[in-house]
């Protein structure tokens, strides 16, 4: 049986500290890193994957790990949090339980340690935590990328396609621009037309069966982009 190494998100905005994280996690814990700089970067990965662990910085260029962490936790995400900090006092220690994080650890830090916690913290969490999202009737699973209608039928989707409607269900019922779309589910990297999420909204809305009397729907924000509005919400 072929082994999978446990797959862990590293939040964190300064690069040269990103890559020795990255490096020491792989090659002596034996771990997988994918990289997120943002927090929308950080929702995007969570979009498409499960992991088994976040380390997770505080201080964003677009927020704070503190918010972060709190709202996966309202939206039922369970994967385990290492908050990675230069603010260690108590306050903000008790700041990091309380949003919903399972261990703290101060920078500048002892790699041993940090590798200990990590280990164990993997080890607490068990397999891939299975993460499911659910709007308007629909199902999301976004470890098997499968969706399913109310009906209990299968919505085929491109790769795109699926991030970008986890993205908005994820940030439903909050105005998303154009840009931000676009860094979160195709990549800051990657040049694109902003007017390319128009033409993959109108598809996600027909794949999806929308009309007139759906519990969703996307709605344009005349100026600034895109909300996902559900029905009660």
């Known amino acids: 049986m072929t082994h999978t190494p446990p797959a862990i998100l590293l939040v964190e905005d300064d690069l040269n500290l990103r890559l020795a994280l990255r490096d020491n996690l792989e090659n002596q814990g034996g771990y997988t890193v994918e990289e997120a ?5 950080a929702r995007a990965h969570l979009a498409r994957r499960g992991f088994q662990l976040v380390l997770l910085d505080v201080m964003l260029p677009d927020g704070d790990g503190y918010t972060l962490c709190r709202a996966l936790r309202q939206e039922g995400v369970t994967t385990p949090v290492l908050m990675l900090t230069a603010r260690t006092l108590e306050d903000d220690v ?76 994820r940030e439903r019922e909050r105005a998303l621009r154009r840009d931000e779309i676009l860094d979160a589910v195709w990549g800051r990297d990657v040049v694109v037309d902003p007017h390319t999420v128009d033409n993959f909204v109108s598809s996600l809305k027909r794949k999806l069966g929308w009309n007139s009397a759906s519990r969703f729907t996307i709605q344009t924000v005349r100026g600034v982009g895109y909300r996902m509005e559900l029905e009660g919400a």
């Open 37 to 41: 700089t943002t927090v929308a970067e």
């Open 94 to 169: 008790v700041r990091g339980f309380e949003a919903g994080a399972q261990d703290y650890l101060g920078k500048p830090y002892r790699l041993r340690e940090l590798l200990a916690r990590v280990g164990a913290l993997v080890r607490r969490g068990g397999g891939v935590p299975v993460q499911v999202l659910r709007f308007a009737g629909y199902r999301m699973d976004l470890d098997r990328r499968k969706v399913e209608t109310p009906e209990g039928k299968m919505v085929e989707l491109t790769r795109t396609e699926f991030d970008l409607l986890a993205f908005l269900v």
